[in-house]
């Protein structure tokens, strides 16, 4: 009976080592792509940031021209300060109305923009300075900033929404306090969907 005992008490023991050993490694896992999901949003804040940081530069480039529709410019700056009275932490990932949100606010802004800029077409002597020009090329390049910083945000926060689903992780992920995180929604009418046309059709 004794005997019986000591090899029950070993397999528990050895069961014990094993489950232990799997909630350290999916732990440690865990927290590697948490921390790559939270450095894939600090590039996506970054970038959205450097988008709102040209705006004000952009509306008083434009102010220049004298009969600018000052309609447009408004739509721009009132959206500006809405994009940017929303702020996400990496700790509010896991809440996906609150992403949406942010998501829809920034699209406004990119919209806004889009209007901006198709509006200055009808400005030649607008679209000559050098300042307007230098500021297109910037926001552009912006805009490219995003996508890609919206994309790799996307596919690490599927790596790390696939690991808490699988299993032996399952088991622990809820237990140490590892939640499914929102990701992007692509946006009707693009599968990247682009926040700003900038109309180049050379």
């Known amino acids: 009976m004794r005997s019986k005992g000591a090899i029950t008490l070993v397999v528990l023991v050895v069961l014990l080592g094993f489950v232990g050993c799997g909630a350290t490694s999916s732990y440690n896992s865990l927290v590697q792509s ?25 509306v008083e480039t434009v102010k220049g021209a004298a009969d600018f529709e ?10 500006r300060a809405k994009a ?78 696939t690991q808490v689903r699988s299993f032996p992780t399952v088991l622990f992920a809820g237990v140490m306090g590892f939640q499914q995180k929102a990701s992007f929604e692509a946006e009707q009418g693009a599968e990247q969907a682009p926040d700003v046309d900038f109309g180049d059709d050379s």
């Not at 790559?36 to 705006?55: E, G, H, M, P, T």
């Not at 000052?70 to 959206?79: C, D």
């Not at 609150?98 to 699209?107: D, V």
């Open 84 to 161: 940017t009275s929303i702020q996400v932490s990496a700790e509010d990932l896991d809440n996906p109305q609150q992403l949406q949100q942010f998501q829809q606010a920034q699209s406004a802004l990119g919209q806004s923009l889009g209007r901006l800029l198709a509006v200055s077409e009808n400005y030649p002597k607008l679209q000559a300075t050098q300042a307007f020009s230098d500021l297109q090329a910037q926001l552009e390049g912006t805009e490219n900033r995003i996508t890609v910083a919206r994309r790799d945000y996307n596919n690490a926060v599927r790596q790390y929404n």
């Open 34 to 58: 948490d921390e790559q999901v939270q450095q894939a949003w600090a590039d996506v804040q970054a970038a959205y940031q450097r988008r709102a940081d040209l705006i004000p530069n952009l």
């Open 70 to 79: 000052k309609e447009t410019l408004q739509a721009v700056t009132e959206a």
